[in-house]
């Protein structure tokens, strides 16, 4: 850890970081068996599951405790060599896999163990891909370099083309009837169809589901270094990763969740492609009991760490970060379409499930894999480092050790560029290396998306599921400017704005919560009493085209800001946070959409101009939210609600244009809570340790650490939170969804 001139740790009267990076959900008992660690064991238990399936009324259910030794004793009918006599069976393995999973490496590997009689990529059968581009081409926007429109018409089945779509089911149903099978049974078995659509292709009657799966956020790193395409396109290294990223954002990924929503409780298995080695499966049924645990008790996502232009250093000590980025600007605590959710396996299955060694992982690992050993720590599974699950030893390719990668501009902090596509190597080292965990196989990362498409109502709560459908609307994270720089001075588009322009239904209301400051810190939040609007606008746009710096002391209101301070910043506001501040954000989740209206005339971290929206920024601007407005509307509006023994609670906001309603609570003993049919976010912002507790002992005690956020699902319905030391001074900000009865 960096040593830092001013110990923030101390002057938050905390002895160290106890900041928990590598949070997880753990399985139910019932399916802690049920993953499976490496390709040979993985190869082996899709083959029994094909087995199984196809036998008279079979059925492809994970195997249940006890079985896993008869399964690891047919291994040998997974390889090449023994395929060919082993029984012919008329099944279909069908892989889907997510925009971004590198499928041809997994058609290959299991390929190369299952020994198929036909193996099928999906992209043969997608239409061709300028006709794909002329299909996408309405929700990209046009030139513009970081805005389009939502996608929500598009099915993946859009992307295929219908003779050739005919042509390989007519191969598969050749390949898979028992006519076939009794003419040539040496050629017959196994059917392998792989690629994004291929639940599509494979008839279900017939088939095992997989489903390979990553979050977003590694697409992302994959986009920068030039590895994988978008969806039914042949880009990669041949457009900026930024426009990649665009068309994922806005196309891609709602075309394969609208897929994967409606699949989920159809897959056999999940396959977690996240890091390079070793994969791991876990079954269908797991993956769903898990998902459906979660919304029964508090959980947290894991977070992610960024640098910036503007970046500070309190996360590093607080968070205790690596060495290596210059400073840490971001991060993404709980943004659901964002992070990662960990689902921890206590079972040991054979092929080191929960108990794989770093050895283990190694020999799983292919040649390609074995070179993007990281060179930050020792190859342990003590050390072993990944984004969540650890990979025994192996990290991710893109978070080994910090060496230059096709990087675009750097992320702004309410990105007007797309989140993290501009992410810095040592960032992407950074979140690498903030998912330690200490056993190999145990962990497995599943986007934490899938919970919300899966469990929307026990998660969100009737009435939030109502308004915002499959979508998680609370967004905490942080923004880091001690010993940094001022954030960009920016504006949220109306909501109105958003729906119109971007095709998306809310827009991004937001606050500042202070969790510390320097002394003079302070928030710009609205225009300086008597500016005038026109003036201001053309000494921006003067700025931006090389002239005087933008006058902010003559066109932008300052408030000091200090410790739990709360600043409300509905759409529409001019604003930023200035250096020497740490930002708890608390605002709604719409992705990308900022307008950055100065940068303060620096370079983003790859050298480049950081993109300015002045022209889209100038029409939603309200300028009516004045140094005086502001003073009288924004700035701590706080007021008691509520009071009992050893608690205070007070509203602290947001503004009556926003959905979110933010509460604070002062505590020194156990303070009631209620979700109220809704979902709760809250943060530890005060004190070294809480403990969630439910009054009926629905579910354990759950411990927090300061500043991490964590999720309370509308089911919970009643919790406690009290101090983890009797009596300490503790304090929660919680955030959720206005509704009516």
């Not at 492609?273 to 993956?287: E, V």
Request: negative net charge.
């Amino acid at each position: 850890m960096t040593t830092t001139t001013t110990s923030y740790l101390g002057r938050l009267g905390l002895r160290a970081s106890n900041y928990d990076k590598t949070p997880a959900v753990a399985v139910p008992a019932a399916h802690a068996d049920e993953c499976w660690c490496g390709w040979d064991a993985i190869a082996t238990r899709i083959r029994a599951a094909a087995d199984a399936a196809a036998a008279p009324g079979g059925t492809a259910a994970p195997a249940a405790a006890g079985e896993d030794a008869a399964i690891a004793a047919s291994a040998a009918a997974a390889t090449p060599a023994a395929a060919a006599t082993a029984p012919a069976t008329p099944m279909v393995v069908a892989v889907e896999c997510y925009p971004g999973v590198h499928d041809a490496a997994v058609r290959d590997a299991l390929a190369a163990r299952l020994a198929p009689a036909l193996v099928i990529n999906t992209a043969d059968a997608m239409k061709p891909p300028a006709e794909i581009d002329a299909l996408v081409a309405p929700f990209l926007g046009g030139d513009d370099p970081v805005f389009g429109r939502l996608c929500t018409s598009l099915e993946m089945a859009d992307f295929f083309d219908a003779e050739k779509t005919a042509a390989i089911r007519a191969r598969i149903a050749a390949a898979t009837t028992s006519s076939t099978i009794a003419a040539a049974p040496a050629a017959a078995g196994l059917v392998l169809v792989a690629g994004p659509g291929a639940s599509l292709l494979a008839p279900a009657a017939r088939r095992v589901l997989v489903y390979a799966d990553m979050p977003r956020w590694e697409g992302q790193l994959r986009q920068r270094r030039g590895e994988v395409d978008n969806l039914g396109a042949r880009n990669r290294g041949l457009i900026k990763p930024s426009l990649q990223y665009k068309r994922s954002f806005f196309i891609d990924w709602r075309v394969a969740d609208r897929l994967k929503r409606d699949t989920m409780d159809a897959w056999d298995f999940l396959l977690d492609t996240t890091a390079p080695a070793p994969p791991k499966l876990i079954s269908g049924a797991a993956h769903l009991a898990a998902l459906r645990h979660a919304t029964t008790r508090p959980f947290r996502v894991v977070p992610f760490f960024d640098p910036g232009p503007w970046g500070g250093q309190w996360m590093r000590e607080v968070c205790d970060l690596p060495d290596g980025p210059k400073n840490y600007a971001w991060c993404f605590d709980c943004v659901p379409e964002e992070n990662s959710l960990l689902l921890e396996f206590a079972g040991t299955n054979a092929g080191g499930n929960g108990t794989a060694t770093a050895a283990t992982a190694a020999a799983a690992a292919t040649p390609a894999a074995a070179d993007d050993a990281t060179t930050a720590a020792p190859a342990t599974a003590a050390t072993a480092t990944t984004t969540g699950a650890a990979t025994g030893g192996t990290a991710r390719e893109s978070r080994r050790d910090g060496k230059p990668l096709a990087v675009g501009d750097e992320r702004s902090e309410e990105p007007t560029v797309p989140p993290r596509k501009n992410q810095s190597p040592e960032g992407a080292a950074a979140h690498n290396a903030t998912a330690t965990a200490a056993t190999a196989a145990a962990r497995v990362e599943i986007p934490a998306m899938n919970l919300v498409l899966s469990q929307p109502r026990p998660l969100l709560g009737e009435a939030v599921y109502g308004r915002f459908g499959r979508e998680f609307p609370i967004r905490f994270d942080f923004l880091d400017t001690m010993r940094g720089g001022n954030l960009s001075f920016q504006v949220h588009p109306l909501s109105e704005y958003a729906r119109e322009q971007f095709g998306i239904p809310f827009t991004q209301d937001e606050s500042y919560y202070i969790l510390d400051a320097e002394s003079g810190a302070v928030v710009y939040l609205g225009r300086r009493d008597g500016a005038n609007p026109d003036a201001l606008l053309a000494a921006l746009e003067a700025a931006q085209a090389g002239g005087a710096p933008f006058d902010d002391g003559k066109f932008a209101a300052r408030f000091p800001a200090k410790k739990h301070d709360h600043f409300l910043i509905p759409a529409g506001t001019l604003h930023c946070s200035g250096a020497g501040a740490m930002v708890l954000e608390i605002s709604a989740t719409p992705y990308i959409f900022t307008f950055k209206l100065w940068d303060w005339g620096r370079l983003g971290l790859d050298g480049l101009p950081r993109p300015v929206n002045i022209g889209r920024g100038r029409r939603v601007i309200q300028w009516r939210r004045d140094e005086t407005h502001a003073r009288e509307h924004l700035v701590n509006q706080v007021r008691e609600v509520a009071r009992g023994e050893g608690w205070v609670e007070e509203r602290t906001g947001l503004h009556e244009a926003e959905f979110i309603e933010t509460r604070r609570h002062w505590f020194s003993a156990p303070v009631p809570h209620r979700t109220g049919g809704g979902v709760n976010v809250l943060n530890l912002v005060e004190g070294a340790e809480a403990v969630v507790e439910s009054p009926s002992g629905a579910f354990a005690p759950f411990t927090v650490h300061y500043a991490e956020t964590f999720i309370v699902p509308a089911a919970v319905g009643d919790y406690t939170i009290r101090p983890a030391t009797p009596g300490a001074r503790c304090a929660t900000m919680k955030a959720f969804v206005r509704t009516r009865a």
